[in-house]
C-alpha cells in the first residue's frame, strides 16, 4: 500500500535509475494541465530532496510556461517490470536556460542531447509511494532517436526558429520566455 516519504531513500534512487521512462505533470493556475512522458537518460537525483532533469525540444513548451507561473511539478515512475510499484515525487521547480548560471553546471551532469532547451531543477517536498499493481509488464526495446536526430538536422539555427514559430507560448497561451532565456 502507499506509503509516504520527506526525501528519496536509496532505494527509490535505484528504482529511478533503473526506470526508461517518466512523466511530468505541471499546471499554471488557470488552464490546462500537462502531463508529458520522458525518457533518453535525461533525470538526474542530485540529493535526497533534489532533482534535475534535461528538457529537450518538442511540439509544445507546456512545462516551461507552466512553472513560470507555479512552480508545482509531479513525477511519476512506474515498474513496467519486476516488482510492481508507483514512485512520485511532489516539489517545486524552476527551468534553468542556456542564458543562466546555473545551466553550465547543471548540463554537465548530462550527455548532450541536440535540442536541448532547458533543465528543471526540482526540488522534491514529498515522495510517494503506491502499489502499481495495476500497470502493465512492458518490455523496454530501445530508446528511439527520431527526435536526435530531427534536432541534429535542424542545427541551432533552425532549432531557434522551431522555437520562434513552435515554443514561445503554451497552448493557453502562456509565456515561455524561450528565445529571451537562450539567446
Known amino acids: 500500500m502507499g506509503q509516504k516519504y520527506t526525501e528519496l531513500s536509496d532505494k527509490h534512487c535505484e528504482f ?5 521512462i517518466y512523466f511530468v505533470g505541471t ?3 488557470t488552464g490546462r494541465v500537462n502531463i508529458s512522458p520522458k525518457g533518453m537518460d535525461s ?3 542530485l540529493g535526497k530532496n533534489r532533482v534535475a ?21 509531479t513525477l511519476m515512475f512506474c515498474a513496467f517490470n519486476g516488482s510492481p ?3 512520485r515525487l511532489y516539489g517545486e521547480a524552476k527551468a534553468v536556460h542556456r542564458n543562466e548560471p546555473e545551466w553550465a553546471s547543471l548540463f554537465a551532469l548530462f550527455d548532450p542531447i ?4 532547458q533543465i528543471f531543477d526540482m526540488s522534491v517536498e514529498l515522495v510517494q509511494t503506491s502499489c502499481g499493481m495495476a500497470v502493465p509488464n512492458f518490455d523496454y526495446v530501445g530508446d528511439r532517436d ?5 534536432a541534429q538536422k535542424r542545427g541551432d539555427q533552425g532549432l531557434k526558429e522551431y522555437w520562434e514559430q513552435k515554443n514561445q507560448l503554451s497552448m493557453d497561451g502562456f509565456p515561455t520566455h524561450i528565445l529571451k532565456k537562450n539567446f
Request: net charge positive; charged share 15%; aromatic share 4%.
Open 16 to 20: 529511478i535509475a533503473e526506470q526508461k
Open 27 to 29: 499546471a499554471a493556475d
Open 43 to 45: 533525470l538526474r537525483v
Open 53 to 73: 532533469w534535461l528538457n529537450v525540444t518538442g511540439s509544445g513548451n507546456e512545462t516551461a510556461a507552466h512553472v513560470q507561473m507555479n512552480p508545482r511539478m
Open 85 to 87: 510499484l508507483i514512485l
Open 114 to 117: 541536440p535540442g536541448a532547451r
Open 146 to 150: 527520431l527526435l536526435t536526430n530531427w
